[in-house]
């Protein structure tokens, strides 16, 4: 009987002990079990224009613009219609305005 009291009167003493021991983790959510589409990246228009400005003069050109497209009739449509003020190259408003501006069509 003294043993168990002994006993039962120890692990009362230390479990409060290990438990001041053991620092708090949170717990991370457990992974999804079938796998979710990746998360569509936003790029940035200032390192997009960037990497098409190959001669970094400040301007993306018509040429710099399609040459690497797929599809270059796309590509020259897409030009165009960023080109606000129909000079032939893009400034960085013009790029990262997203095709908001475009030729005007004469009457």
Known sequence: MKYSILL???LALSLPLHAEETP???VAPTAPATPEAPAKEKHDPAE???KRDKDGDGFVS????T???KDAAKAEAAF???DANSDGK???E???AGGKGGKKKNK
Request: net charge positive; hydrophobic share 45%; no cysteine.
């Open 48 to 50: 997009m224009f960037k």
């Open 24 to 26: 708090a983790v949170p």
């Open 62 to 65: 018509k040429e710099e613009f």
């Open 90 to 92: 893009l400034s960085p």
């Open 67 to 69: 040459k690497s497209a």
């Open 80 to 82: 165009a219609k960023k």
């Open 8 to 10: 039962s009167l120890g």
């Open 94 to 96: 013009e790029f990262a």
